[in-house]
């Protein structure tokens, strides 16, 4: 079955400086893959998602990458705020799945003013 | 508006007794709906996912079930609680198979 690593576990930036976090699948197959942004106590939040017919997304200061050859994608977080400190969480859902989404294992992101 | 509703948000209980948990979809008919399981400070797992009423698929081999037995209702339960069943526990539905999944607020699930 699928499997997401997610890379780093932990991410401590200044505020105005660019995050980035990256996630490798193994599943070739796999065609939708979201990233999800929770603050601490409360549920996930979808921030952006792109499906393998695409590159590259972008919505305002964020940005997601996909590179279906080597089976990775990343987040891109640019000029950072103190308000983007949460954990962020990758998946991949498999081809055929039901869009059942196997998550990675989180990045906590840390922005410091 | 597609809106979703999970209770309780917290619940505490003994080792051996019954949980059950529910999760409501407003604005939305069939959806797909699914239950995670979040451990502290880990990632989500996928615990059950259904695509129609007393459909349900099972991900990992666990001490819980799931039942959908109303279109736009998914409900998580045990008969006996472990304390390895402590957790977060969020409910999520997605429009159909090619639309995003959004959570509903979660219960925090306290095994004493």
């Known amino acids: 079955g699928e499997n997401v690593e997610q890379h780093p576990s932990t991410l401590s930036v200044q505020e105005g400086d660019s995050a980035v976090i990256k996630c490798t699948y193994s599943d070739s197959a796999s065609n939708y893959f979201p990233w999800y942004k929770q603050e601490l106590g409360k549920r996930p939040q979808l921030i952006i998602d792109?499906?393998?017919?695409?590159g590259e997304k972008k919505d305002q200061r964020i940005a997601v990458t996909l590179n279906k050859t080597a089976k990775h994608f990343s987040l891109h977080i640019t000029e950072t705020q103190p308000e983007d400190s949460a954990v962020y969480f990758c998946?991949?859902?498999?081809?055929?799945?039901?869009?059942?989404?196997?998550f990675g294992a989180g990045t906590r992101l840390a922005v410091h003013p | 508006s597609q809106t979703i509703h999970q209770w309780p948000a917290t619940l505490v209980q003994p080792v051996g007794s019954p949980l059950s948990l529910e999760c409501t979809v407003e604005?939305?008919?069939?959806?797909?709906l699914y239950w995670y399981r979040q451990a502290a400070g880990r990632g989500l797992q996928l615990l059950f996912y259904?695509?129609?009423?007393?459909?349900i698929s099972s991900e990992v081999p666990q001490n819980l079930s799931a039942s959908r037995p109303q279109d736009r209702q998914f409900i998580l339960s045990s008969k006996k609680l472990l304390l390895s069943d402590s957790g977060f526990y969020l409910c999520?539905?997605?429009?159909?198979?090619?639309?995003?999944?959004?959570f509903g607020d979660g219960t925090r699930l306290s095994i004493l």
């Open positions: 259904s695509v129609g009423i007393g459909q």
């Open positions: 998946a991949a859902s498999p081809l055929g799945g039901y869009n059942k989404l196997i």
């Open positions: 792109i499906r393998s017919n695409v």
């Open positions: 604005g939305t008919s069939n959806p797909n």
């Open positions: 999520a539905f997605g429009a159909d198979s090619n639309q995003p999944q959004h």
